[in-house]
């Protein structure tokens, strides 16, 4: 059983509103401000693209907790609901997203995290519950209308990482 789960690292930023010392709490919301001026967003106001807060995050709970296991059960991005399926398969920035935060865990793994689980959100487009259908955050486009599914880029991109790691 994992000591530190950290879920729902879909907004680095909210890591600090759970510690009681000012100081962090400070330094983390400068960070969030930073964040919000000079990196990218996903299709949702509230999600920033920020993948080196994912080695901040694992390193800090690594440091702070004494290098707990950590899962990490939720890790994505969202593309418009309303895409053309063409527009939604191609799905570029989400492979950039993963390659790019994967890559920072590595880091973080390399530099002595101790990790035993990473889940992306999320496998298939799904009902969001503040956002409806108008937000995809899946690797594979579901046809809500006659539940089709076509995977995406991004699951083609994990599915050749999976194969290369088994090899």
Avoid: H
Wanted: proline residues 4%; positive net charge; glycine residues 4%.
């Amino acid at each position: 059983m994992p000591e530190w789960l950290i879920r729902n690292l879909l907004v680095i930023k909210l890591i600090g509103m759970s510690t009681s010392n000012m100081t962090e709490m400070v330094c983390l919301l400068v960070l969030c401000i930073s964040w919000i001026l000079f990196y990218k967003f996903a299709n949702s106001y509230w999600l920033y693209i920020v993948p080196w807060g994912l080695y901040k995050a694992v390193t800090y709970v690594k440091e702070t907790y004494r290098n707990p296991v950590i899962i990490l059960a939720e890790n994505g991005m969202d593309q418009p609901g309303n895409a053309t399926l063409p527009e939604v398969l191609q799905d570029t920035t989400r492979v950039n997203y993963f390659k790019s935060y994967i890559t920072n865990l590595k880091r973080a793994m390399d530099d002595g995290a101790t990790v035993i689980g990473y889940f992306a959100w999320s496998l298939l487009d799904n009902f969001e519950w503040r956002l409806g259908y108008t937000a995809r955050f899946g690797i594979v486009y579901v046809d809500f209308k006659n539940s089709k599914r076509f995977p995406k880029n991004s699951a083609y991109w994990f599915k050749k990482i999976l194969q290369r790691k088994s090899n």
